[in-house]
């Protein structure tokens, strides 16, 4: 399991990555240092990390976030063959999210889920994000990436379009709740998407209050 943990009494910044292993699900241990530490900017730093296996072994690839002072997150893919140790990062494109129907993502909510799918010859990456902010962002209306996330879309791209082209919008949001955050995808146990359909589930609730969040989930066909 990997999982994001602070700079010890940072109050919640200089986030790093670490993992913890299992053999029954229930009792745990962690590693002793992280493993994905992209340095302390003062900021959230590393953390939100998706994780899929890369051979049905020790081997991983993982996309994670990266915040620093300016705000603006980026996304980052990494690879290991033992589970641990991480090879150098590699941007995600960002190009086709969107946000409110422009170009853009959600600065505050800015978590994502992602998986790969084998598709009639072909080898996708599909990436669940936020894609509506409500126009609430204490910097004001012509600021919706710190805006309350309202929806979350579906994008796909193809093999290296997902690091240097473009991503697809596929499926938009089904509005079940006001606000709707924190995607993730239903994969098999390897982490890619072999079902029939597409499921992502979300946090989602009535307002933005995480008190009252519940979990949603939504289902779609595959473009």
Known sequence: MYYTTERPGSNGIDNRIGVAFSTDGIHWSKYGVPVIHDGD???YGTGQSVAWSADAG????TVYTYTDQTGVPLYFYRESV???SFGPRRAISQ????LNGVPGISHAKPAVAFAPRSQDGHYYYYMASVCEAYTDSPYGPAYPEWGTAKGVCL???EGDDAFTGTWTRVLDSAHIKPVEVEPGFLTNIYGYLDQSKVRVYYGCSGSGDPNTWEICWSEGDYP
Do not use: M
Not at 58 to 61: K, Q, S
Not at 95 to 98: N, Q, S, V
């Open 41 to 43: 900017p003062g900021a």
């Open 58 to 61: 020790a081997g991983i690839r």
């Open 82 to 84: 033992d589970g641990v």
């Open 95 to 98: 190009a086709g999210l969107t």
């Open 155 to 157: 994008y796909r791209a």
